[in-house]
């Protein structure tokens, strides 16, 4: 983080198909994860490997474009190492962003969804192990894992700028398959929203560490058995980038409040 005068106060990390929304930093300077050490590689094509180091408007960013996800086989504590390493840096809130599959009716492609709560159905946690107290509490308190106010100023942005926004549940599962149509049900029941495979690692690590959490997912597809044909990756990262555009615009709005 020497590379950098001011420390980063807002990290954000993009998810499947978000890349571009790293272009909306200014003086950026890029960073390869691989000369970072220890921060792990992405191994799924369409993930990207750099850090990205700049302003957001006049906000210090940095940016993880580029996610390890536990379905590449990393340990739940490699999937949030750059997380940490961000908050070590100075980050005070994150950013969260993710694709995933709408399961709520309004959660329709092309949407978004802030996380007002999660079910982890990973089977995996970061926190796992032997305590180390300087990450924060063995047991940290998750009842509103996701900030309020953040959430508020989100939802705000988003429907100025007329995006179809709403607040839900986001459930996690391992993959890397796609959920059954049973499994999709059964989330239904269990009050999940959406579905993915990310995000609540860092969500967990970064609340352990004190830090402000929101979280925006894009509905890329509806979840399966929803719509009446299979899921593909294509289809995914591309609802992905043509969502891009419009995440910048929710960032631009909601990132100068933030710091
Ligand atoms: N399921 C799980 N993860 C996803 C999906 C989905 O339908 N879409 C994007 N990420």
């Given at each position: 983080m020497r590379q950098w005068a001011a420390p980063p106060r807002v990290g954000i990390v993009l998810g499947s198909g978000?890349?571009?929304?790293?272009?909306?930093?200014?003086?950026a300077k890029k960073i390869a994860?691989?000369?970072?050490?220890?921060f792990p590689q992405p191994t799924v094509h369409g993930h990207a490997a750099t850090l990205h180091l700049g302003r957001w408007g006049e906000v210090p960013v940095a940016i993880l474009r580029g996610r390890v996800h536990l379905y590449e086989g990393f340990a739940p504590a490699e999937v949030v190492f750059p997380v940490r390493v961000l908050v070590l840096a100075g980050v005070k809130t994150l950013v969260l962003t993710c694709a995933a599959g709408g399961i709520a009716r309004r959660a329709t492609p092309g949407s978004f969804m802030i996380l007002s709560d999660h079910l982890n159905f990973q089977g995996q946690n970061p926190l796992v192990g032997p305590h180390d107290e300087r990450w924060g509490p063995r047991f940290p308190d998750m009842t509103e894992a996701y900030d309020a106010d953040l959430r508020r100023l989100a939802l705000r942005a988003a429907r100025a700028r007329r995006l179809k926004c709403f607040e839900g549940v986001y459930a996690a599962m391992l993959g890397p398959n796609y959920e059954t149509p049973a499994e999709i049900r059964a989330l239904q029941r269990l009050g999940a929203d959406a579905v993915g495979m990310s995000t609540v690692p860092e969500a967990i690590a970064a609340r352990q560490m004190g830090v402000r959490v929101l979280a925006i997912a894009t509905i890329t597809n509806r979840a399966a058995g929803l719509a009446r044909r299979p899921l593909a990756h294509q289809e995914v990262m591309a609802m992905g980038r043509s969502a891009a555009r419009n995440l910048v615009g929710l960032l631009d709005a909601v990132l100068p409040q933030m710091a």
């Open positions: 978000l890349g571009e929304v790293a272009n909306g930093l200014r003086d994860y691989k000369s970072i050490p220890h």
